[in-house]
């Protein structure tokens, strides 16, 4: 008789790889177009929104905090949901215009 296996858990399961996409002045405030970034499994939107901050300094982490976001093209009203391997984030700041 074989041992049971351990349910995978967030701190045992591998770190997840998502793109972030920039757009108009995140773009500029990111200094690139997209980026792969790779999180912890069970990352939030929210958390991160709080790396990308760290990882690029003031200026992004304005943009960010004015900034809409999709994921897998879906706009992100609760920051809580937890990103799957491969999602797609876009950071959309505010547009002006009409």
């Known amino acids: 008789m074989t041992a049971p296996t351990a349910p995978t858990t967030a701190a045992t399961a591998p770190p997840v790889s998502v793109t972030v996409r920039y757009f108009a002045g995140a ?24 790396a990308l901050a760290a990882d690029h300094g003031d200026a992004l982490a304005r943009v960010l905090a ?28 505010p547009f002006a215009g009409g």
Do not use: M, N, Q, Y
């Open 27 to 50: 773009k500029a405030a990111a200094g690139t177009r997209s980026e792969d970034v790779t999180v912890p499994a069970g990352a939030t939107v929210d958390d991160l929104i709080t």
């Open 66 to 93: 004015a900034a809409s976001f999709l994921l897998d093209e879906v706009a992100v009203r609760d920051r809580t949901l937890v990103l799957a391997e491969g999602a797609v984030v876009d950071v959309l700041p």
